[in-house]
């Protein structure tokens, strides 16, 4: 089993950045694939983007690809969330989950779950 603890949350103006990070502890962290979604107000838990266990493979839903970036330290069995250019859509709160599978972006596919943390984005 591997748990997981999401940080880096906040509040930030549209157009700066924030980077997330999620430490995991537990099993084999390495063999794991690490993908984050989000939760916006009234709307369902979408998936955002993951990263393989060969740090450096990644994929991503359309609205964020050229903005967020993943990048994973297996030393320290953490992966970090780069998010730059934010505007008010990306507002949710954001979960890292673990799966031993990969290219997945259903919830059900995500065996793992971090607790959650909230970015706000003003406008």
């Known amino acids: 089993q591997v748990q997981l603890v999401d940080s880096g949350g906040g509040l930030v103006q549209a157009g700066e950045s924030l980077r997330l990070s999620c430490a995991a502890s537990?099993?084999?962290?390495?063999?794991?694939?690490i993908g984050w979604f989000r939760q916006a107000p009234g709307k369902e838990r979408e998936f955002v983007g993951a990263?393989?266990?060969?740090?450096?493979?990644?994929y991503w839903t359309d609205s964020v690809k050229g903005r967020f970036t993943l990048s994973r330290d297996n030393s320290v069995n953490t992966v970090y969330l780069q998010m730059n250019n934010l505007n008010s859509a990306d507002t949710a709160v954001y979960y890292c989950?673990?799966?031993?599978?990969?290219?997945?972006?259903?919830?059900?596919?995500?065996?793992?779950w971090g607790q959650g943390t909230q970015i706000t984005v003003s406008s």
């Open positions: 989950a673990a799966t031993t599978f990969w290219g997945r972006s259903a919830e059900s596919d995500y065996a793992y």
């Open positions: 990263i393989g266990w060969c740090a450096g493979t990644t």
């Open positions: 537990g099993d084999t962290f390495s063999t794991y694939t």
